[in-house]
């Protein structure tokens, strides 16, 4: 079935610094979401990712759809206290598959 | 417009009951996906239900069960309970069937096995 790795698990940064974050997907997908959950709180979306080689930015964070579908990655540039959280990828076919997340802490 | 609402926030059960969730989503929206979070397995899609009919089905035994109702509130049951049950339950609305939408998700049910 469908697998989707995200990496890294965790990111530890000191504010100003970059970030990003890598999923990968076993089959190719229809589609891939993104979504940030703070701590204690629920998933909440950021964004979907359609086309292939598809680049969308909100703000400081940039949001790429692999040409074949089937990886992903959400950089943040200049990151900032309020960045931190898990960010997790969904990989959409049939259903959602979403990765581990990739928990980002950050130093002021 | 309000949020997902999901009840109750917190509960606690002994290994060999079962329990029922509920989940109102937002006004509007008639599919709802129901996902367990975990610290070992993370977020793992249960179901979604559109349309008052499961469209989808993760990979979940059958002790994993839910509806929906005609006012696309949806609940959510899990019986004969077990240790490791013990999870954030999540429910997530959106517009149109399919996870391919946007979702929206509430708070969770901190459900808690003992």
């Known amino acids: 079935g469908q697998q989707v790795m995200q990496i890294p698990q965790y990111q530890h940064v000191q504010e100003g610094e970059d970030f990003t974050t890598y999923c990968n997907s076993s089959t190719t997908l229809s589609n891939i979401q993104w979504y940030k959950q703070r701590p204690g709180g629920h998933p909440v979306f950021l964004i979907q990712?359609?086309?292939?080689?598809e680049v969308k930015k909100q703000k400081r964070l940039t949001f790429q759809f692999g040409e074949a579908k089937k990886n992903s990655s959400l950089h943040i540039t200049a990151t900032q206290t309020t960045d931190v959280g898990t960010y997790f990828c969904?990989?959409?076919?049939?259903?959602?598959?979403f990765g581990a997340g990739t928990r980002l802490t950050v130093k002021p | 417009k309000a949020g997902v609402t999901q009840t109750p926030r917190y509960l606690i059960k002994t290994r060999g009951q079962q329990v029922t969730l509920s989940c109102s989503p937002i006004?509007?929206?008639?599919?709802v996906s129901w996902y367990q979070q975990t610290p070992g397995q993370g977020l793992q899609f249960l179901f979604e239900y559109f349309s008052e009919t499961q469209r989808n089905k993760g990979n979940f035994p059958g002790r994993f069960s839910g509806r929906q109702f005609s006012n696309s509130r949806s609940e959510m049951n899990v019986s004969t309970l077990e240790l490791g049950d013990s999870a954030l339950y999540l429910c997530a609305s959106s517009l149109g069937q399919g996870v391919s939408y946007e979702q929206y998700f509430g708070p969770g049910t901190r459900l808690t096995v003992t």
């Open positions: 990712l359609v086309k292939s080689g």
């Open positions: 969904a990989g959409v076919n049939n259903d959602m598959r």
């Open positions: 006004s509007g929206h008639r599919s």
